[in-house]
């Protein structure tokens, strides 16, 4: 349902949209690296199903079937708090959060 949603958020604005799908294991990989035990997400995320082009951000399926778009910092020190996150109960709810911040970025 996710892959439909935000590929009909590309066919709608196009080679500009600034998201896409990924089955990339490197963002999963990532994501344990920069988390540490005392995040919250720490080994909840199962895999990466999309990833912004704009930014450092990336959008995880984590086990109990929501969502977190999480911004990768590429850094094994993190403070706390780090790498920031949010999190959605569903793939609706992403779809919207990432086109209404496309629009009040890009548009």
Known sequence: MLDELLNE?????????????TNDNYFLDELNVELSVDHPLHNKASKAVARCYSNDDVLFLLD?????????????MNINGYPCYRCFPNATSVIEYIEKGYIAEFL
């Open 64 to 76: 109990d079937h929501s969502y977190a778009i999480i911004h990768l910092t590429y850094s094994k």
């Open 9 to 21: 958020l590309i066919e709608k604005y196009g080679d500009d949209f600034s998201w896409g799908i």
